[in-house]
């Protein structure tokens, strides 16, 4: 069974520019959800999709990102536009059900950097 | 604030040799701590869950601690090997309805021949 996929795996892009990453969970898993890296910081919570619904958006920084999840398969962050804070890693992960045991399965990350 | 600390932050080893690394945390209402293994470009991979009433889970060489009463959590990993060398991050689960995760900055373990 095929793991969380993102892409791409790396972004160098410039200040004011646009950037997409994208996700793909595990499938059937109804849950996917967003996290970013900061240089030096914890990973944090962004937002958390169940199926194609936001079902918690409070850790999205600013409306500069824009998460979608049509269909309720894979997801898209974009950023625009992009700022030298927003750069790190940012990781996807799903789950099969929204229950305190499910185990969330994480993707390898997109390295995002803002010159 | 919810907040959870791990330490020490890195740690060298020699193969062969035992280590304890230590995680508290500061979250309410409290679901399950979690501990994850990431490797260098890697996404973080789950070693571990216990919830309030479990003190102690192991995964092979790999065995977890949880004192909820204190709040803290230690990961003890024994006869290390090279492949040990990752980030161990603690992650507290809230017992909210999306369990959110809240992950500690992780300690950096290199295990050396």
């Known amino acids: 069974e095929a793991g969380v996929t993102q892409f791409p795996s790396h972004s160098v892009i410039e200040k004011g520019q646009t950037v997409t990453l994208r996700c793909d969970p595990i499938?059937?898993?109804?849950?996917l959800y967003w996290y970013r890296r900061v240089m030096g910081k914890e990973i944090k919570f962004l937002l958390h999709?169940?199926?194609?619904?936001?079902?918690?958006e409070s850790g999205m920084p600013n409306n500069r990102f824009l998460a979608e999840r049509t269909g309720g398969t894979y997801s898209t962050l974009k950023v625009q536009p992009a700022e030298l804070e927003d750069s790190g890693v940012y990781f996807c992960?799903?789950?099969?059900?929204?229950?305190?045991?499910?185990?969330?399965?994480f993707g390898p990350g997109t390295r995002l950097l803002v010159l | 604030k919810n907040q959870v600390e791990q330490s020490p932050q890195s740690l060298i080893i020699l193969e062969g040799k035992n280590c304890t690394l230590q995680?508290?945390?500061?979250?309410?209402?409290?679901?399950?701590l979690r501990w994850y293994k990431q490797d260098t470009g890697r996404g973080p991979v789950s070693l571990t869950i216990?919830?309030?009433?479990?003190n102690t889970k192991s995964n092979g060489r790999y065995t977890a601690t949880l004192d909820a009463d204190t709040k803290q959590s230690s990961l003890h990993i024994t006869a290390s090997q090279l492949s040990d060398s990752a980030s161990y991050i603690c992650?507290?689960?809230?017992?909210?309805?999306?369990?959110?995760?809240?992950f500690g900055t992780g300690t950096r373990l290199k295990v050396l021949a």
């Open positions: 499938s059937g898993h109804d849950n």
């Open positions: 999709f169940v199926k194609e619904s936001k079902q918690d």
């Open positions: 995680c508290n945390y500061t979250v309410s209402p409290f679901s399950n």
């Open positions: 992960a799903s789950s099969p059900r929204t229950s305190g045991r499910e185990t969330q399965y």
């Open positions: 992650v507290v689960s809230e017992a909210s309805g999306t369990y959110k995760y809240i």
């Open positions: 216990m919830t309030f009433s479990e």
